[in-house]
């Protein structure tokens, strides 16, 4: 299983690399570097979805904060069975239900439209309680990006996540070092994280964001967890499978032009033998 997971990452970026080159924009590094969190959620018995029945009360929740990580979300969706593949060349595309960020209006198999970093915990919180309430065992699942961080939101999440024992909830740091300009370390320092949430009065792991079964065992852990929400602090490397967006801060929001698309769609295709 574990080889065929790694097989759909590498397909996952390359239609990735694919959709934003002939969008003409997007965020690569951002969307590269998530994909293996996806992947093990998607296609793994961590994560109960049915695309023949995308609004089933029993579901799972998945909200997608680092909204701008679009274009490898609507990969694993398509994979999935949500969608048909062929819309991944609509891109941010004029009335494709594809834009630049998740939009529930075009796409009803979502569970929140995202944009404005900094939300997704907060609406992760409030679905997690109200399923709680409805003594309902479905699980929330977000993935912020480590600069997201640096929101003010976030912290009042975390405080309301820890005093309600939200333990349905399972929030996801990619930490892939990069924001959109800089080292999110050169603009406030996240380094200790993980210290952080557990002194918010979280479940605290630190993972290979690129392994899957370090992954996947990160996600058993949280579901097993009682009492306390549980954060999972993926290590990750932006622009992840594509050698000249790795660790770039520069692609974190530029699409590649025809040179630069030809080679990283070689480079992942060597993948393949």
């Not at 029945?53 to 997608?64: A, V």
């Not at 929330?140 to 999440?157: K, M, N, P, T």
């Not at 892939?176 to 603009?187: F, H, R, S, W």
């Not at 996600?219 to 050698?243: C, D, M, W």
């Amino acid at each position: 299983m574990s080889k065929q997971l790694q097989e759909l990452c590498r397909q996952v970026r390359k239609d990735t690399v694919q959709s934003i080159y002939l969008a003409g924009s997007g965020h690569p590094g951002s969307s590269l570097s998530a994909v293996e969190i996806m992947v093990t959620l998607y296609f793994t018995d961590v994560f109960r979805c049915n695309p023949a029945q995308p609004q089933d009360p029993l579901r799972d929740r998945f909200i997608l904060s680092k909204g701008h990580a679009a274009p490898a979300y609507y990969s694993v969706l398509a994979h999935k069975g949500f969608f048909p593949r062929e819309s991944l060349h609509t891109l941010r595309k004029l009335g494709s239900a594809l834009q630049g960020h998740p939009n529930m209006e075009k796409l009803p198999c979502l569970d929140m439209a995202v944009g404005s970093l900094g939300q997704g915990l907060s609406i992760a919180n409030g679905m997690a309680w109200a399923l709680k309430r409805q003594q309902s065992t479905s699980h929330v699942f977000c993935l912020i990006g480590d600069g997201e961080q640096q929101e003010g939101q976030i912290w009042e999440a975390a405080m309301f996540a820890a005093q309600h024992k939200l333990d349905n909830v399972c929030l996801i740091v990619d930490v892939n070092g990069l924001q959109l300009v800089d080292a999110v370390a050169g603009i406030k320092n996240m380094n200790a994280a993980a210290t952080q949430w557990q002194s918010f009065g979280w479940h605290a792991t630190c993972v290979d964001g690129h392994s899957i079964p370090a992954l996947y065992e990160a996600f058993r852990q949280a579901e097993e967890r009682r009492g306390k929400p549980s954060v999972i602090l993926a290590n990750t490397v932006k622009g992840k499978g594509v050698s000249y967006m790795e660790n770039q801060a520069e692609w974190h929001g530029t699409a590649p032009n025809e040179r630069q698309y030809k080679s990283a769609m070689r480079e992942l295709t060597r993948e393949e033998r």
